[in-house]
């Protein structure tokens, strides 16, 4: 196994912890046996014992007090609130993701795309309906949410991948999973300036979604989810004009992403 690109050979204990890793992860609150583990990662049960016996000897995987069923550890909590506390992007945007949810009333994401998929970074609340789906660190794929349609737009017709999935498959009724149609989607998403999820991700649920360009191409978005049945043309209006306002000034103040293109 190697990296094509600097021609470096990948480790393969560390390419399977970090598949380990993720696999509990995308469980969520699913405790795994070893024979699942090793089944899904395609590796021996005494290799992939030893593995987690490491792992939750130094508190990234945890155990049942049967020592039979193994999910995510403390140490990766403690990882992935290091990465949110330095992001500086997230801590410029926090504040207006907070004022925006309290001046709407609605629930307000900051996302990130990662490869195919919308990781959450912050998320808050309305305080008139609280989603038990919505939390830091799901991923979602990028092609059925808001934030994700508005990043991918902004990559076509330029020299960057627009990483969308094959095959594309759907979390709703309303999911677009003909591609001619999702890609209609992401040019009319360019033209107007906000993607719109039509209960693509969500029954019920209508979401509006801004890239944020301070890199290029955007790598952030922020979204608004709101009930359909909540939705008029004035409301549509006044949180679009919300969160174009938002957008600008979380912009304006972001610092210069120096893997950018012309960047200082």
Not at 165 to 186: K, N, Y
Request: hydrophobic share 40%.
């Amino acid at each position: 196994m190697s990296d094509p690109e600097r021609g470096v050979r990948g480790v393969k204990s560390a390419a399977r912890t970090i598949e380990l890793l993720e696999l509990l992860a995308s469980r969520e609150n699913r405790p795994a046996r070893l024979r699942e583990l090793s089944q899904a990662l395609g590796a021996p049960r005494s290799s992939v014992y030893a593995l987690i016996r490491t792992l939750v000897e130094h508190g990234w995987l945890r155990t049942d007090e049967t020592g039979t069923l193994y999910s995510i550890g403390v140490r990766a909590l403690l990882a992935g609130t290091t990465y949110l506390d330095t992001d500086p992007y997230l801590r410029i945007a926090q504040p207006h993701i907070d004022d925006l949810s309290a001046r709407l009333d609605e629930t307000i994401h900051f996302g990130r795309l990662e490869r195919t998929d919308i990781v959450y970074l912050a998320t808050k609340e309305s305080s008139r309906y609280v989603r038990p789906f919505s939390r830091v660190g799901r991923r979602l794929p990028a092609f059925s949410t808001a934030m994700g349609k508005a990043l991918l737009a902004e990559r076509l017709g330029a020299e960057h991948e627009v990483p969308i999935p094959d095959p594309i498959i759907p979390l709703t009724p309303g999911t677009l999973v003909d591609r001619d149609a999702l890609r209609r989607d992401l040019e009319l998403t360019r033209e107007r300036g906000y993607a719109i999820d039509n209960e693509e991700n969500y029954v019920g649920v209508t979401c509006f979604g801004f890239a944020l360009r301070y890199s290029s191409p955007p790598t952030d978005a922020i979204s608004c989810s709101v009930p359909v049945a909540n939705l008029t043309e004035d409301r549509t209006r006044e949180i679009v004009q919300a969160m174009e306002q938002v957008r600008v000034a979380i912009e304006r103040m972001a610092p210069v992403d120096l893997s950018a293109p012309g960047g200082i």
